[in-house]
């Protein structure tokens, strides 16, 4: 069973900076295409970025492009979401997804709050 903890939210200004882990344990990390959606009030989870399993190849959503850089570190089996020049409009929950490429099972982490306002 794949377990995905979050870490890394809070309060930031506009125009500052957050970065965000996403630990994955129970499966070979190597295995799972992983990536990040937010979800607004209202709303349903929205893209934000993801990233390849064995490629390693991204891809983000128009609304992030240029700001944020999705990673990932085998050796730490850790993803991470690095946000730059943050707006008040990126204020939501993001959440952490995992898809395990050779079988399709995916996994959700828990959520971690980014709110950012003056």
């Known amino acids: 069973q794949v377990q995905l903890v979050e870490s890394g939210g809070g309060l930031v200004q506009p125009g500052g900076s957050l970065r965000l882990s996403c630990a994955a344990s129970g499966f070979t990390f190597s295995r799972l295409a992983m990536s990040w959606y937010r979800h607004f009030p209202g709303k349903e989870r929205e893209l934000v970025a993801r990233i390849g399993s064995a490629t390693n190849s991204t891809d983000y959503a128009d609304s992030v492009k240029g700001r944020f850089i999705i990673s990932r570190d085998g050796a730490k089996n850790t993803v991470f979401l690095q946000m730059n020049n943050l707006r008040p409009e990126d204020t939501a929950v993001y959440y952490c997804?995992?898809?395990?490429?050779?079988?399709?099972?995916?996994?959700w982490g828990q959520g971690t709050q980014v709110t950012v306002s003056s």
């Open positions: 997804y995992a898809v395990n490429a050779w079988n399709g099972y995916s996994y």
